[in-house]
């Protein structure tokens, strides 16, 4: 089982730029595919991005081009670069395991706001 505390938010203007990180304790982290995800006021939780065990990542259409997920399992920790924020982007972000276990828990995440 991998715990995990995400951190990195903050309030940012619109085109600037945020670095989330998530890091991990447990058990192997190597072997665990990783994903961000995210929840905007009165919307549901959704995959932003997932950092593979091995192989290229998967993004959300709307973070394509934009946002960039990379891992350090020598430091257990999985990142997302976050560039050219708009609005829209503005919720609370989470990591977790991927898929995330149905009923799993969930960190307190970290929010990101997105305004000028």
């Known amino acids: 089982q991998v715990q995990l505390v995400e951190s990195g938010g903050g309030l940012v203007q619109p085109g600037g730029s945020l670095r989330l990180s998530c890091a991990a304790s447990g058990s192997i982290f190597s072997r665990y595919h990783l994903g961000w995800f995210r929840q905007a006021p009165g919307k549901q939780r959704e995959l932003v991005a997932v950092?593979?065990?091995?192989?290229?990542?998967d993004y959300a259409d709307s973070v394509k081009g934009r946002f960039t997920i990379s891992r350090d399992n020598a430091k257990n920790t999985v990142y997302l670069q976050m560039n050219s924020l708009k609005p829209e982007d503005t919720a609370v972000y989470y990591c977790n395991v991927f898929p995330p276990p149905t009923g799993g828990a969930w960190g307190q995440g970290t929010q990101v706001t997105v305004s000028s």
């Open positions: 950092a593979y065990s091995a192989g290229p990542a």
